[in-house]
């Protein structure tokens, strides 16, 4: 297997060697990038397996680069931010960020949930759950990563928000807390607010459609979490 290759873009070059520290003692390959720009050119030019984009770029901000990286690639995404209003959170996420750090943050933690994000991508689940998920309204496919709405609109789903719709629909009914969650999409050596969850459920219901305060296909227990509430096609 070849090594994976993770491009920092970060306008600090104290914080790129820092983290580069990190990346590299687990096993990546690192590259940097000190702008917007240069940041993009990097990501279609040498194709990395994930990229650490740091939000207050020179050139262009991190949110502008996230979206156009966007329009061609699905490469997975973690923003750095100095920013810790929510507002910032849902935009990272709409424009289809993957995690999002705040600064000032742990390196060690950043590896560590750049990892977790390159083994939910190379990591297929196991045969018996790689069938197509059909409900009212929704169809979910696993494997080709793909969802289908009515009509046949297809939905855009980030990575994260993807895999969060799986377990959600995977068990019908099942009420899930924010931690349990946290566990089955981000990993067990996830470190945050738990509030992540609901900025994903957020984006998740945009995207399907879904409305908060009548929901048809994910609810909100109140304290307690999120279920998944569609009916299994006839």
Do not use: C
């Not at 990501?43 to 984009?53: G, I, K, T």
């Not at 969650?181 to 399907?208: K, M, P």
Request: zero cysteines; charged letters at 30%.
């Amino acid at each position: 297997m070849s090594t994976q290759r993770i491009l920092v873009v970060d306008d600090e070059p104290k914080i790129r060697m820092t983290v580069r520290g990190y990346l590299e003692a687990d096993g990546f390959e690192v590259l940097e990038a000190p702008d917007g720009p240069s940041g993009l050119a990097s990501v279609a030019r040498e194709q990395p397996d994930l990229v650490v984009l740091d939000v207050m770029l020179p050139g262009l901000d991190g949110f502008e680069v996230l979206r156009r990286i966007r329009v061609t690639s699905q490469v997975p995404v973690i923003l750095l931010t100095a920013r810790t209003e929510e507002v910032d959170r849902v935009i990272g996420f709409t424009a289809g960020s993957d995690d999002y750090v705040t600064k000032p943050f742990s390196a060690r933690e950043l590896a560590l949930r750049a990892r977790a994000i390159l083994r939910r991508a190379d990591g297929p689940d196991p045969a018996p759950e790689d069938r197509t998920l059909r409900f009212e309204g929704l169809v979910i496919d696993p494997d080709a990563r793909t969802v289908v709405a009515e009509a046949g609109r297809t939905v855009e789903l980030s990575a994260l928000d993807f895999d969060l719709l799986v377990v959600l629909a995977r068990a019908p009914g099942r009420v899930f807390t924010r931690r349990g969650l946290i566990d089955h999409v981000w990993g067990r050596d996830f470190f945050g607010d738990e509030r992540v969850v609901d900025v994903h459920i957020r984006t998740l219901r945009r995207a399907l459609g879904d409305d908060a305060n009548a929901p048809r296909f994910v609810g909100t227990v109140r304290a307690i979490g999120y279920r998944f509430l569609a009916r299994p096609a006839g």
